[in-house]
């Protein structure tokens, strides 16, 4: 059983920046940054492979957010710069058994608890 802690979450205004860690108790394989808006579905941000050289990008956040790993340190990142109010959730990490890039939230194991993220305008 592998435990999922994020961390860096908080309020920024619009065109911020913030960067978000997922520590894993253990080793990981693929994992993945998914986030969920009062209202709406959970939506998968973006998601990296194990080696952490293959990498997706949902339309929304391309050329804004960057999702890295540090196997050594068994801990995930995003960095998102240029922050937009849309961009408030609740930010969850993921992990799955797979070395590949994973897009379906059915195929991911193991869910963090989520950090708060809010972009004010």
């Known amino acids: 059983q592998v435990q999922l802690v994020e961390s860096g979450g908080g309020l920024v205004q619009t065109g911020g920046s913030l960067r978000l860690s997922c520590a894993a108790s253990?080793?990981?394989?693929?994992m993945g940054w998914f986030r969920q808006a009062p209202g709406k579905e959970r939506e998968l941000v973006a998601a990296?492979?194990?080696?952490?050289?293959?990498?997706y990008y949902t339309d929304s956040v391309k050329g804004r957010f960057t999702i890295f790993r540090d196997n050594a340190k068994n801990t995930m990142y995003l960095q998102m710069n240029s922050l937009k109010p849309e961009d408030t959730a609740v930010y969850f990490c993921a992990a799955g058994n797979t070395i590949v890039v994973i897009t379906r939230p059915m195929d991911y194991q193991y869910w963090g608890q989520g950090t708060q993220v809010t972009v004010s305008s």
């Open positions: 253990g080793r990981t394989f693929s």
């Open positions: 990296i492979s194990r080696g952490g050289g293959s990498t």
